[in-house]
């Protein structure tokens, strides 16, 4: 299967099922008389790690505090969710810049499948891109066709390409090709996983430099269609240094942080297993965070949150947690279980 990126020109007003990010149902009054504001509970899912990288299990309602639209909010809940399935696309670039770390990343990739993935439990789709977005294997539980998906993924080499970055008839040195790195991410949130019924945790692993030179989408659309899907976005950031721009460090990790993910940059191809087994406690460190919210009306808004570590001993020892910037009112909500 194989899908052309687009310009995103959603409204605020989307109307994809939020599968995994929030849940709005009425709150139950506790009192007869007087009766408390109506409000809504809102479910964030966000995921925290110690200082060494491992999962923190241990977290409490009263660790954390909650801020929507810069007011605070009270959480009811939090219930640690480590057995959710995943649903996870694993995204690799395949533009030039790539070429020379791209067996590196199918290898680490390839592992990191077979450590995640819990037959009859998750569901994993692979896709590459350069200016478009290719689907390489659909979302399956079925690990030796993901692997596989990886193994089909190749480095999109133009027309008089001589390696080194060089091409016949341009100087060194010269952009080749194109990577539309914002548009891959929008079409596989919109396209794949906002279409799928699968329970569970969704999140995106993208493995590239981070350096977009085609997307007509901003980075701006990306985030608006991964919040609006509930999905995480997890970029490894790895190129070729020597020969290209390098690492676009800051947009990747602002995609990381205003979805909820967390972003990586490994110094060399041959550190990515060790960033896979981090990544790998990220994923299954997932919290489900319950707070009340005293906006009712289902209007497509986009309202930001922020959730800060604020337990004596929870900060003392140093956890850090990820969470999405917002969510948008009036989604479906999510079918975790």
Do not use: H
């Not at 009425?26 to 809504?40: D, H, I, L, S, V």
């Not at 997890?234 to 990381?256: N, T």
């Amino acid at each position: 299967m194989k899908f052309r990126t687009k310009k995103l020109t959603r409204s605020a007003a989307f109307t994809f099922p939020l599968l995994l990010l929030l849940a709005a149902t009425a709150a139950r009054t506790q009192t007869p008389a007087p009766k408390p504001p109506e409000g809504k509970a809102v479910t964030v899912v966000l995921t925290a790690v110690g200082k060494d990288g491992k999962a923190v299990r241990t977290l409490k309602a009263e660790d954390l505090s909650v801020e929507e639209e810069g007011a605070q909010r009270p959480v009811t809940r939090l219930e640690y969710g480590a057995d959710l399935p995943l649903v996870l696309a694993i995204g690799l670039d395949t533009s030039v810049s790539q070429e020379r770390v791209i067996d590196g990343a199918k290898m680490a990739a390839d592992e990191l499948v077979q450590s995640v993935m819990r037959p009859g439990t998750d569901r994993v789709a692979v896709f590459s891109f350069t200016n478009e977005a290719t689907l390489e294997q659909e979302l399956t539980g079925d690990a030796a066709k993901v692997r596989a998906g990886i193994a089909r993924v190749k480095v999109s080499l133009p027309a008089g390409y001589v390696g080194g970055a060089v091409v016949l008839g341009l100087p060194p040195q010269t952009a080749l090709g194109s990577t539309a790195i914002w548009e891959a991410v929008a079409a596989v949130c919109d396209d794949l996983l906002s279409q799928t019924s699968f329970p569970g945790r969704r999140a995106i692993v993208l493995i590239t430099d981070g350096v977009d030179t085609s997307s007509r989408a901003r980075l701006d659309d990306a985030v608006r269609s991964a919040v609006q899907t509930g999905a995480a976005v997890y970029p490894i950031g790895i190129g070729d240094s020597e020969q290209y721009e390098g690492v676009a460090r800051d947009d990747l990790r602002r995609l990381a942080e205003r979805t909820g993910g967390r972003a990586f940059f490994p110094k060399k191809v041959k550190n990515l297993p060790e960033v896979f087994a981090q990544l790998r406690e990220e994923l299954f460190s997932a919290y489900a965070l319950t707070f009340t919210s005293p906006y009712t009306r289902p209007d497509g808004s986009f309202r930001k949150l922020k959730v800060k570590v604020t337990g004596a001993e929870a900060r003392k020892s140093g956890v850090e947690i990820a969470f999405p910037n917002g969510y948008f009112a009036g989604n479906a909500p999510p079918r975790l279980k």
